[in-house]
Nanobody, 115 residues
Framework: QVQLVESGGGLVQAGGSLRLSCIAS????????MGWYRQAPGKERELVAR??????TNVADSVKGRFTISRDAENKVDLQMNSLKPEDTAVYYC??????????WGPGTQVTVSS
């Protein structure tokens, strides 16, 4: 089993910044990819950003230039969110994929951006 613990969500005014962190523990082995998805009320869950073990990244167009994903440890992924907009309001989920296994998900952390 893999456990993911997210932190850093909260309430911020438009234009502000937040930093999300996620740490994976348990039988993680080597993680091929870690990343962040989000789901706003009434909308489908969408990819925000993810980073592969190689260092390559996928970043949603809607957050490019504002959000930065980083992995400074095998089992940790951060998401620096700058210039936040009200449309960034959502529950943000950390995800991790061990090699040869399916994705694991964290419980989610709420990010609310007020206008």
């Amino acid at each position: 089993q893999v456990q993911l613990v997210e932190s850093g969500g909260g309430l911020v005014q438009a234009g502000g910044s937040l930093r999300l962190s996620c740490i994976a523990s348990g039988s993680i082995g080597s993680l091929s990819v870690m990343g962040w998805y989000r789901q706003a009320p009434g909308k489908e869950r969408e990819l925000v950003a993810r980073m592969f073990r190689s260092g390559s990244t996928n970043v949603a167009d809607s957050v490019k230039g504002r959000f930065t994903i980083s992995r400074d440890a095998e089992n940790k992924v951060d998401l620096q969110m700058n210039s936040l907009k009200p449309e960034d309001t959502a529950v943000y989920y950390c995800t991790a994929r061990p090699f040869g296994r399916s994705d694991y998900w964290g419980p989610g952390t709420q990010v609310t951006v007020s206008s």
